[in-house]
C-alpha cells in the first residue's frame, strides 16, 4: 500500500510539473514575443503568424505596414489585390502571399495549411497607385516601400476549406 501511494504521488508531482513547465513556455513566449523566430516554432509557419502575428494583431492595428514587416522575418513572394465591389477604385484589402501556387497547392494536398497574410488598409488604397506599382505579382523593393507606409486597419490570415 505505501508503495501505491508513492508511486501515485510521484506521478502527480511529475503532472505538475510537466504542466508548470508549459505554463512557464507560455509565459515566456509572452515576454519575448516580438524575438521569437520561426525556428522556435520549429519550422511551423502557422503556428508562427498566428503566435507572433496574428494572436497580436491589436497591436499592429494602427500602425504603419513597416512595423509588421519587421517583425515578420518571413519572405513575401507577391502581393494580390482586387478593387473593391462597391467602389473598384479603392482597394480595401491586400493578400500578401508567402508561397506560389504550386507549394500551396503541395501542402494542401499534405493535410497542412499554407499561410498568407490578408491586410484591410485604413483608408482604402487607390487602386491606380497598386496598378502602376504591381506590373508584376513578385514582391519588390517599390512595393515593400509603398505598403511600409499604409495603415493596417485590421489583419487576418487566408483560411481554407475544411482546414482549421
Do not use: H
Amino acid at each position: 500500500m505505501k508503495k501505491i501511494t508513492l508511486i501515485l504521488c510521484a506521478i502527480i508531482l511529475t503532472a505538475c510539473t510537466c504542466k508548470k513547465e508549459t505554463k512557464n513556455k507560455e509565459i515566456k513566449y509572452d515576454k519575448n514575443i516580438s524575438k521569437l523566430t520561426l525556428n522556435d516554432f520549429n519550422g511551423d509557419t502557422l503556428a508562427y503568424v498566428q503566435t507572433k502575428i496574428i494572436d497580436r494583431k491589436e497591436y499592429y492595428i494602427g500602425k504603419k505596414f513597416k512595423v509588421l514587416i519587421d517583425d515578420f522575418n518571413i519572405p513575401i513572394k507577391f502581393v494580390v489585390y482586387s478593387g473593391d465591389d462597391n467602389n473598384i477604385t479603392k482597394v480595401s484589402s491586400t493578400a500578401f502571399l508567402i508561397y506560389d501556387g504550386f507549394q500551396i497547392k503541395n501542402k494542401l494536398n499534405k493535410g497542412e495549411i499554407p499561410v498568407n497574410l490578408i491586410i484591410e488598409w485604413n483608408p482604402a488604397l487607390n487602386k491606380k497607385d497598386l496598378d502602376k506599382l504591381n506590373k508584376e505579382i513578385n514582391w519588390t523593393p517599390e512595393k515593400e516601400a509603398y505598403f511600409s507606409e499604409q495603415i493596417i486597419g485590421n489583419l487576418g490570415r487566408t483560411n481554407y476549406p475544411g482546414k482549421k
